[in-house]
T-cell receptor, first 116, second 115 residues
C-alpha cells in the first residue's frame, strides 16, 4: 500500500515554456501532498505543502506565481513550472501523507526536469 | 545553525559490519522522526520511523532516539553492498500546524558498504 506515482518521470523543455508534473496517490487518499526540489548532491528542499481543496502553502523563497500547485482531489496534485529557465532544472519529487498516519510521507519516484 | 545535521560521509564499512548513522536536530518540538534511504538518481524510500525515546528494531535496522539530547541514529547490522546509498534523517517539524506538519531533511550521510 501507500504507492505514489509521478508523471512524467523526465521532461526536457525549452526555456520560457511551462511544464506540468502530476503526482497521484494510487491506493490511498492523500489529505496532504508535498512538493520538493533536489539539486545534485544536495538534500531535499520543501517547496510547498498542499491540502486538498485549499491553496498551497509555499516555503520562503519559492515563487508561488512561478510554481503553480493544484490539489483538486484527494488523489491528485499537480505542479506547473511556468516560464521555465535553465536554473529550474532539477529533480522534483512529490510526497503524500495518508489520513491514518499524520506524519509519514510516501514519496513518488520523482521527475527530472531539464530546461534548455 | 542547520536544523538537521548529518555527517555527509562517505561512511565506509565492510560487508557484514554494523553501520552507524547519526543525526542531530534543533527543533525541540519535533515528535516524529524518520529515516529515508535514497539511491543515486532515485527518490527517498522510507526505512523507519520512531516516536519515543529508546530503541526501535525492524529487521537489520535499529533506530535510536534521545529527545533530551536531540539526537537520533540508525544502526544497520550485517551491512550489505545493496545498503550503499544516502541515508536521510527527517524530523517532523511544525507540530502546532496539523495541516502542514512537514518534514525537514538533513543533507544525508552517504554509506558505502565494501564487498
Amino acid at each position: 500500500g501507500a504507492v505514489v506515482s509521478q508523471h512524467p518521470s523526465w521532461v526536457i523543455c525549452k526555456s520560457g515554456t511551462s511544464v506540468k508534473i502530476e503526482c497521484r496517490s494510487l491506493d490511498f487518499q492523500a489529505t496532504t501532498m508535498f512538493w520538493y526540489r533536489q539539486f545534485p548532491k544536495q538534500s531535499l528542499m520543501l517547496m510547498a505543502t498542499s491540502n486538498e481543496g485549499s491553496k498551497a502553502t509555499y516555503e520562503q523563497g519559492v515563487e508561488k506565481d512561478k510554481f503553480l500547485i493544484n490539489h483538486a482531489s484527494l488523489t491528485l496534485s499537480t505542479l506547473t513550472v511556468t516560464s521555465a529557465h535553465p536554473e529550474d532544472s532539477s529533480f522534483y519529487i512529490c510526497s503524500a501523507r495518508t489520513a491514518w498516519s499524520t506524519d509519514t510521507q510516501y514519496f513518488g519516484p520523482g521527475t527530472r526536469l531539464t530546461v534548455l | 545553525q542547520k536544523e538537521v545535521e548529518q555527517n555527509s560521509g562517505p561512511l565506509s564499512v565492510p560487508e557484514g559490519a554494523i553501520a552507524s548513522l547519526n543525526c542531530t536536530y534543533s527543533d525541540r518540538g519535533s515528535q516524529s522522526f524518520f529515516w529515508y534511504r535514497q539511491y543515486s538518481g532515485k527518490s527517498p524510500e522510507l526505512i523507519m520511523s520512531i516516536y519515543s525515546n529508546g530503541d526501535k528494531e525492524d529487521g537489520r535496522f535499529t533506530a535510536q532516539l534521545n529527545k533530551a539530547s536531540q539526537y537520533v541514529s540508525l544502526l544497520i547490522r550485517d551491512s550489505q553492498p545493496s545498503d550503499s546509498a544516502t541515508y536521510l534523517c527527517a524530523p517532523q517539524t511544525s507540530p502546532w500546524d496539523t495541516g502542514r506538519r512537514a518534514l525537514t531533511f538533513g543533507s544525508g550521510t552517504r554509506l558505502q558498504v565494501q564487498p
